[in-house]
């Protein structure tokens, strides 16, 4: 400034030399009073515009200092907001940070409650959820702070915008004022010398004011007295009469000057009340600042000191934890090796069941095979038998058409006879006697044959009782055996009544000696029936001692099927304790360390799947061996109840009696069906349990990790 400044005023020394010359030549022959009071009177108007520009020039200067003081104050201010938005920053990463160690904090106390299994509180005594609730007081307090100063900082942008549009409105006063002095500079200055004096002058009272701040006040009114003097002398020359109306005109001015002067000492009093309550302000909310900053210089040394009490707290629980997780790893190695060599007993185990389930497999198809080819023969039997006794039952019906017959004819000539009786009976009377010495002798025979047929009942009971005590189970066939023998018995009673009344009757009837001689040999074919329905009977039971062996047989290997089941039960059920002892010493390792996790989580993924293959293959082994036992049990009850029933068919030759053996049969299947179906429903459930304890086991790994990944962050952060 100051070197752009020299050149100028070289210029306008040089300038004002020439122009004093000038004016010197001109008044050696010039020496009136008149020009002299002119003079005088130009002097003093000279003299004032120059105190009134002294003047101006120095308002001016102290605007534009007061300028620059505001625009300083305004930078600090801006600096101040900028201190403040990065003080908010830190703040909130502060208040972010915290936030994060609460979390771990509350995370990891989780962790340590869920582990241990029970909520044991820190070292020194004190509740981590007291102290967590302080930190979210201080949090919301700390909130409030930022909200505060935010409102704070919203304020005093404003005021900075405020400022700002002060100091532009004043700017453009400055320089609408400038214009106007440069206005009326060239209004009174119509000669061009004058305009380029004027205009050196201006430039020179610029760069004057631009080298205020460097040069002082006594060099520049020097210069000004310099320029005035050498202005006043070139000036001579001009009419008093021009010069009075420039003064008047100047005067003018000058009075509108002043007046614009009192405007602008009114708006810059105003200025310097508005800066001063700004500055009120700005202490205000450096106060406030700095109670703020103190405030939370407490608070980070408090908070300081209760994290540094938590620090220590978790200190001491890490190196437990850390000692704890050692002996849980010593555990865990032993552990590993005894479920290790459990596991390889579980193997064989289940290899020698599975060539057990095999044979017994084996042998229960080749069962299967011999009992379905013993049901299929016994079924043709029954057919057989069943055809058999209803061919027996439609020749009985015949018998009986022809009894009654056999009956109405003889009604017919019994009455035929009656009406023969009166003109025979003379005539017959000595045959009568003959015929009832016959009848006599045969009277007496037929008692005989009564007395070897009661003999031969009385066997027959005996043989009965015997066979009763024997087997209880055919009580019942005998019984209606008997009942027939009674019928049987009764109808010849009947029939010998019918024999004896028709010989007195019809004692001279020889036809009736024929009918005694077919009763008689009616009699000696029912004997020889119930000869062979006593055969009948002993091979019946014979076939029912076969079948009742052949039952117990059958019912020993179910027995044994049934104590094979309960072995692989229990297996089962030990297999689940196993399975709750591993959950249980996985939940008491779950602060295990991530390097044992790495490098046993291979192995137990193998152990699992040979584990979930095991089982399956068990219950799928037990689940077919239940369904081959029950169908085994269902066709040797069926057999059973069909041969029981053939047996009856073939005693009572009743048909009925083998339809309710067929549904006694289909209901005994169902039955059956039933419990198989349970039996596969238990499957399930045990199935879906399994599943339900893998997913468990997933969980708790889950867990472990989560608390080692805890750990580890717990030692970093000490580290």
């Not at 060599?341 to 229960?364: D, F, P």
């Not at 004997?527 to 052949?550: F, G, I, T």
Request: proline fraction near 1%; hydrophobic fraction near 30%; aromatic fraction near 2%.
């Amino acid at each position: 400034m100051a070197a752009a400044s020299m050149p100028f005023r070289c210029l306008v020394q040089m300038e004002v030399l020439r122009g004093s010359s000038a004016p010197d030549a001109s008044t050696d022959g010039s020496t009136s009073n008149s020009g002299e009071a002119g003079l005088r009177v130009e002097e003093d108007d000279v003299e004032k515009l120059r105190s009134e520009i002294a003047t101006l020039t120095r308002k001016l200067d102290v605007s534009d200092m007061e300028l620059q003081t505001l625009r300083k104050q305004i930078v600090k201010e801006s600096r101040r907001g900028q201190d403040l938005t990065k003080e908010m920053s830190s703040l909130r990463e502060e208040r972010d940070a915290l936030r994060r160690e609460c979390e771990g904090l509350s995370g990891a106390k989780k962790m340590i409650h869920d582990s241990n299994g029970s909520g044991k509180r820190l070292s020194d005594g004190e509740d981590p959820w007291s102290q967590i609730e302080e930190l979210k007081q201080e949090l919301g307090h700390e909130k409030n702070l930022n909200a505060d100063l935010r409102v704070q900082l919203q304020k005093m942008q404003e005021s900075n915008s405020e400022l700002l549009l002060a100091v532009k409105d004043l700017d453009e006063l400055v320089e609408q004022k400038n214009r106007e002095i440069s206005i009326l500079r060239e209004d009174t200055h119509e000669d061009p010398q004058e305009v380029e004096y004027e205009h050196a002058l201006s430039i020179v009272h610029n760069s004057g004011h631009k080298i205020a701040l460097s040069e002082t006040s006594s060099e520049q009114e020097k210069e000004d007295e310099f320029m005035l003097d050498a202005l006043a002398k070139k000036r001579d020359d001009i009419s008093t009469s021009e010069l009075e109306k420039k003064i008047m005109e100047l005067s003018n001015e000058i009075e509108l000057y002043k007046k614009d002067r009192e405007d602008l000492e009114m708006q810059m009093e105003q200025l310097a009340l508005d800066y001063e309550i700004l500055k009120q302000e700005n202490h205000d909310i450096s106060s406030r600042l700095e109670q703020t900053q103190l405030r939370e210089q407490l608070r980070m040394q408090y908070e300081c000191s209760a994290h540094l009490a938590i620090i220590s707290d978790l200190e001491a629980n890490v190196e437990s934890l850390d000692n704890e997780l050692q002996t849980q790893a010593k555990n865990f190695e032993a552990d590993i090796a005894e479920i290790m060599s459990a596991k390889v007993e579980q193997e064989q185990r289940a290899i020698k069941a599975e060539e057990a389930l095999r044979k017994i497999r084996w042998n229960n198809a080749t069962t299967a095979e011999r009992l379905q080819e013993e049901f299929k023969v016994l079924s043709s039997q029954v057919s057989s038998a069943f055809s058999a006794n209803e061919r027996h039952l439609v020749q009985a019906r015949k018998e009986v058409a022809e009894l009654q017959l056999q009956k109405s004819q003889l009604e017919e000539l019994l009455q035929k006879a009656q009406g023969d009786l009166g003109s025979i009976q003379d005539q017959h009377r000595v045959k009568v006697q003959q015929l009832i010495t016959l009848v006599d002798f045969k009277s007496k025979e037929i008692d005989r044959l009564l007395m070897e047929l009661k003999s031969k009942s009385d066997e027959f009971q005996n043989q009965k009782r015997c066979d009763e005590a024997k087997l209880s189970a055919l009580s019942e066939e005998v019984d209606l055996l008997n009942a027939k023998i009674d019928k049987l018995s009764s109808e010849r009673d009947e029939l010998f009544e019918k024999n004896e009344q028709k010989d007195k009757e019809v004692a001279g009837i020889s036809e009736k000696d024929a009918q005694l001689q077919d009763k008689a040999a009616e009699i000696t074919s029912l004997n020889k029936e119930l000869a062979l329905l006593k055969d009948q009977v002993k091979m019946h039971l014979e076939e029912l001692h076969y079948l009742k062996c052949s039952k117990n047989e059958k019912e020993e290997t179910i027995g044994k099927l049934q104590i094979d089941i309960g072995s692989l039960k229990l297996q089962c059920e030990n297999l689940k304790t196993l399975l709750s002892k591993k959950e249980s010493e996985k939940d008491n390792l779950a602060s295990q360390v991530l390097k044992l996790r790495r490098s046993l989580e291979t192995k137990e993924g193998a152990k699992t799947n040979g584990v979930n293959a095991d089982v399956k293959d068990n219950q799928h082994t037990n689940h077919k061996r239940v369904k081959h036992n029950t169908s085994s049990t269902g066709s040797t009850t069926a057999l059973a109840g069909t041969n029981r029933h053939n047996a009856e068919g073939d005693c009572n030759c009743n048909g009925q009696a083998m339809r309710n053996a067929a549904e006694q049969s289909s209901k005994e299947l169902a039955s059956l069906k039933e419990r198989n179906k349970a039996m596969e429903e238990e499957l399930k459930e045990l199935h879906e349990r399994y599943s339900e304890i893998s997913l468990r086991f997933a969980e708790v790994e889950g867990e472990r990790q989560q608390l080692v990944m805890t750990v580890r962050s717990l030692k970093n952060s000490q580290r």
